[in-house]
T-cell receptor, first 115, second 113 residues
């Protein structure tokens, strides 16, 4: 069974600081996909990134970066130079290749950026 | 804007009632998913449809049902509502039923009183 753990519940940072969100996953499949979604105060879920289990290349996209380490089953997410608009709940999610694309979500990290 | 449209945005109803939530997927997407977000359970997968057929079921109660119509829109029916059914219900859609990212609507906030 697939499982996603996000240990930190709420993280507060001062604007312009970096913030890293930890995500640890469990799956028996060798092929799977990892995601990060953002849920701002308005409530919608915004897709940020998708990575497959064969692509461990880390990426930077603007102020966002991701660190995928298969050896430790982790898929961490970093916001650099945080801004107030980054205040949101961030969800890590996993789908297994034979799981019909259904997502298993972590509990989420509430990020509060203080001006 | 994800392109997934959910109506209504808010719904308040009494216990024992039945409601229908509607979802229009992104243009071209064949797969529709329903998720429930509650404070105690977090985000949970309920059910998936692909091109009109049910593909996968998650933690969906027997009082809940869904369908996907020929025009690919989907409806989630919740009946004999209980206080504990109060939650944010999300619809998501994706191009295929595997190996593709899903895009979420804005959700329907259901309050059962």
């Amino acid at each position: 069974a697939q499982k996603v753990t996000q240990a930190q519940t709420e993280i507060s940072v001062v604007e312009k600081e970096d913030v890293t969100l930890d995500c640890v996953y469990e799956t028996r499949d060798t092929t799977y996909y990892l995601f990060w979604y953002k849920q701002p105060p308005s409530g919608e879920l915004v897709f940020l990134i998708r990575r497959n289990s064969f692509d461990e290349q880390n990426e930077i996209s603007g102020r966002y970066s991701w660190n995928f380490q298969k050896s430790t089953s982790s898929f961490n997410f970093t916001i650099t130079a945080s801004q107030v608009v980054d205040s949101a709940v961030y969800f890590c999610a996993l789908s297994e290749a034979n799981g019909n694309n259904r997502l298993a979500f972590g509990k989420g990290n509430q990020v509060v950026v203080i001006p | 804007d994800s392109g997934v449209t959910q109506t209504p945005k808010h719904l308040i109803t009494a216990t024992g009632q039945r409601v229908t939530l509607r979802c229009s997927p992104r243009s071209g997407d064949l797969s529709v998913y329903w998720y429930q977000q509650s404070l105690d359970q977090g985000l949970q997968f309920l059910i998936q449809y692909y091109n009109g057929e049910e593909r996968a079921k998650g933690n969906i109660l027997e009082r809940f049902s869904a369908q996907q119509f020929p025009d690919l829109h989907s409806e989630l029916n919740l009946s004999s509502l209980e206080l504990g059914d109060s939650a944010l219900y999300f619809c998501a859609s994706s191009l295929e039923d595997h190996n593709t990212e899903a895009f979420f609507g804005q959700g329907t906030r259901l309050t059962v009183v």
